[in-house]
């Protein structure tokens, strides 16, 4: 009895298995984006990171109510209401933060981006607050009119611009000049609004 004839060659390959993305900790996100920011927003890459951005926008909005002279003198006064006045600031933060977000997603894909809703919103504003938070915690001691504030507010500011560039480019698919004309408005607004005319 022969054997049976071996099977024809053929140039349709078997689908090989699509590696699994391990998950991204918010650890590794918060820090990454300081130190290797763009293997992180590679990595990062179609992701949606909500739960990273909520609590970044409460916690920012907390820590700068305590940098406003006005909280203090309320907290003297009546500590419930200056609770209530931090959790309505830490709550106006989070829509601010979204319609930046969404502003930004909105242009991207005027100027001709591809990228999904969720993850440009929900990273833009995570990087946003990652990189202010050392603003936000220096002037809770110091004046914001110091001089070492105001200069870590530009070096910030400008780092977080990089990175904003550097994700509208990866997640829309533009080129630089287009990824940078998206997300210009929204943060020059945020720089006079938020970080060089604090409320005193």
């Known amino acids: 009895m022969s054997a049976p004839p071996p099977p024809a060659p053929t140039l349709v390959q078997p689908p090989r298995p699509v590696p699994e993305r391990r998950r991204l900790w918010w650890h590794r996100l918060f820090l990454g984006l300081w130190y290797r ?41 009546d500590p419930n209401a200056a609770l209530k006045l931090m959790g309505l600031a830490a709550g106006c933060v989070l829509a601010a933060s979204f319609a930046l977000g969404a502003a930004t997603h909105a242009i991207a894909r005027t100027l001709g981006g591809n990228g999904r809703f969720a993850p440009t919103v929900s990273l833009f504003i995570v990087l946003f607050w990652v990189t202010d938070l050392p603003r936000l915690l220096l002037a809770t001691w110091l004046p914001p009119q110091a001089t070492f504030v105001q200069a870590l507010t530009w070096t910030t500011w400008g780092f977080g611009y990089v990175l904003a560039v550097l994700l509208i480019r990866g997640q ?29």
Do not use: N, Y
């Not at 293997?39 to 970044?56: F, I, K, N, Q, T």
């Open 172 to 200: 829309h698919h533009l080129p630089t000049h287009k990824a940078a004309a998206a997300i210009s408005v929204q943060m020059l607004a945020a720089l006079a609004l938020l970080k060089l005319g604090p409320a005193q």
């Open 37 to 77: 920011p763009v293997e992180v927003l590679d990595e990062a890459r179609d992701r949606s990171a909500w739960g990273a951005a909520v609590a970044l926008c409460l916690v920012s909005g907390a820590i700068g109510v305590l940098s406003v002279d006005a909280f203090h003198g309320q907290w003297a006064a």
